[in-house]
């Protein structure tokens, strides 16, 4: 059983475009987040809602949209790609989110503009 | 900002020895974890260690922390193959998100057989 499963797991497409990653979790977790990961594999944190809530919204171009539809889904749209939006995107999950509680991460999408 | 710093950025032993990572950061922390992270994979978390601790094992990992220099080291002992991964510290800080876990840049280690 897959705890927090990302789709697509590669994505190749033309700058320009607009494409969508999805993220569900099956743990029960109140918390879910969106990292970027560099190719010098830097991560770093995009966003975060919890029960559906934004809480964490890191200075993201806002071509960037996240989307809640309840607590166990946090999808991640991205519109008009550009070249330095290729890397991979990982979706992680913590129970609360409080006081820095360890997260479980997905496999990642990696995505990979033309 | 960054508030990880990994040293050394790759590191190569031999099956059976230890491999010894560290992690600086800058600021207050509440705790600070160790992930995993395997070839085309995602992070798996190893262990937590909170700011009222110094030392935490769990099986053939030993982390330590000393908040004076703001620095903790994570050893795996008898290294394995299987333990060939990159290996990320990360910090939640006492001020600021009370969500947010900062990343450090990683340690490489590859374990020959």
């Known amino acids: 059983d897959t705890a927090v499963s990302q789709t697509p797991k590669y994505l190749v497409t033309q700058m320009g475009n607009d494409k969508s990653i999805k993220c569900e979790q099956n743990l029960g977790h109140d918390t879910m987040y969106w990292y970027k990961q560099d190719s010098k594999k830097f991560l770093k944190i995009m966003f975060s809602?919890?029960?559906?809530?934004?809480?964490i919204n890191e200075t993201v171009p806002n071509r960037f949209s996240p989307k809640s539809p309840d607590k166990a889904h946090l999808n991640l749209h991205i519109n008009s790609l550009e070249l330095g939006d290729s890397a991979v995107y990982f979706c992680?999950?913590?129970?609360?989110?409080?006081?820095?509680?360890?997260?479980?991460f997905g496999d990642g999408t990696r995505l990979s503009i033309l | 900002s960054q508030q990880g710093e990994e040293d050394p950025q790759a590191l190569s032993i031999q099956e059976g020895e230890n491999a010894t990572m560290n992690c600086s950061y800058k600021?207050?922390?509440?705790?600070l974890q160790w992930y995993r992270q395997n070839s085309g994979r995602g992070l798996v978390h190893l262990i937590l260690?909170?700011?009222?601790?110094r030392e935490k094992h769990s099986g053939r990992l030993r982390v330590t922390l000393d908040t004076s220099k703001k620095s903790s080291s994570l050893l795996i002992t008898a290294s394995r193959a299987a333990d060939t991964a990159s290996y990320f510290c990360a910090t939640r800080s006492s001020g600021g998100s009370n969500y947010k876990l900062t990343f450090g840049k990683g340690t490489l280690l590859t374990v020959n057989p």
């Open positions: 992680a999950s913590s129970p609360t989110g409080q006081g820095g509680q360890p997260q479980h």
């Open positions: 809602y919890n029960n559906k809530e934004l809480i």
């Open positions: 600021t207050s922390i509440n705790n």
């Open positions: 260690i909170r700011s009222n601790e």
